[in-house]
């Protein structure tokens, strides 16, 4: 796998490994998945969301294409943006207080993706 520096450009999100995310994402409820148009077997993000966080474990397996994933947050708008080139990267998204919507995009390119929105009631 590549190093962490140039497997992934992070924009406002804290990195971890696999160890210090696996006690915290234990925590965390109901996961989902989001895959880029190229499949789960080749890109996805799975994530879990807890009360101001997001646990996301981006994968790419594409040997074409890198995984670009969004973290979109809307009232009160804020954006993480992922890229992963190769393997598994492990990532935590600080939501803000008070967020309601949160819309997770898988891109194997920019304009070719496929996403799923969470609202918080």
Do not use: Y
Not at 35 to 51: D, H, K, M
Not at 83 to 94: E, K, L, S
């Amino acid at each position: 796998m590549k190093s962490l520096a140039r497997a992934a450009t992070v924009l406002g999100v804290l990195a971890l490994g696999s160890a210090g995310l696996a006690g915290a994402a234990a925590a965390a409820p109901t996961p989902f998945e989001v895959c880029s148009p190229l499949g789960c077997a080749v890109q996805s993000v799975q994530f879990t969301i807890g009360t101001d966080t997001v646990f996301a474990t981006l994968t790419d397996n594409s040997p074409t294409a890198a995984l670009i994933a969004q973290f979109i947050v809307s009232s009160p708008g804020q954006i993480a943006i992922v890229r992963v080139d190769d393997g598994v990267f492990h990532a935590v998204v600080r939501l803000p207080a008070g967020w309601k919507q949160l819309t997770v995009k898988a891109c194997s390119t920019v304009n070719n993706c496929n996403s799923k929105t969470i609202i918080r009631l």
